[in-house]
């Protein structure tokens, strides 16, 4: 199975150039405003892309999705992830969303605790403390990870964790049997720049 993924397009998703794979999958921050009018293109778009499976979830910046559990004029090979999982071909892909109002209400950390523990890809927006997470901020260095998140990556030991959030770093790493990937293609300034990241699960 080949996985592609994106993150962070913030509304510039046309300019990406999709190569060939099996499941395509977003980990949020498809709008740049949290707009109807964003959410709409956006998956319009992601619809019609000729993949076999396509999964998105959403990030903070796109509000226009809080307390939306399930959209129910999706075709029957797309999915919206919302703390919820769906099984592709017997791999378990489980999605946590990033919304402020969980943050500001203190639920987002406990959301952590819920990702179930057969799950084969986890797909949050977050990174994961410490891995694809350094960023620089007035200077100084920053991580933008979480670590109670972290924590449950390692309690769970997904093989697949994708995410985004940082614009800053972009990439593929490895640890402790785990492939985690940051795909944000958009830099810090909203600069389109990168394309997907490819895995093969």
């Avoid at 910046?61 to 592709?88: F, K, Q």
């Amino acid at each position: 199975m080949k996985i592609l993924h994106i993150s962070d397009t913030h509304s510039k998703h046309r300019l990406l150039e999709l190569p060939k794979g099996d499941v395509l999958i977003h980990s949020g921050d498809f709008t740049f405003g949290g707009s109807e009018r964003e959410r709409h293109a956006f998956i319009q778009w992601f619809c019609e892309l000729p993949y076999k499976h396509k999964i998105f979830i959403a990030g903070n910046h796109d509000s226009c999705m809080c307390g939306v559990e399930a959209i129910r004029e999706l075709p029957e090979n797309v999915y919206y992830l919302c703390n919820s999982s769906v099984t592709i071909e017997g791999v378990k892909f489980y999605g946590v969303p990033m919304f402020m109002e969980d943050i500001l209400e203190e639920k987002y950390d406990c959301l952590f605790e819920k990702i179930p523990q057969d799950t084969d890809v986890l797909i949050t927006h977050q990174p994961p403390y410490g891995i694809l997470d350094g960023g620089d901020y007035k200077g100084q260095p920053y991580h933008y990870g979480n670590k109670i998140l972290l924590n449950r990556v390692k309690q769970v030991k997904p093989r697949f964790h994708l995410f985004g959030h940082d614009h800053n770093v972009y990439g593929v790493t490895s640890e402790d049997g785990i492939t985690f990937s940051n795909a944000a293609v958009v830099d810090e300034k909203y600069n389109f720049c990168r394309q997907a990241n490819e895995l093969d699960f």
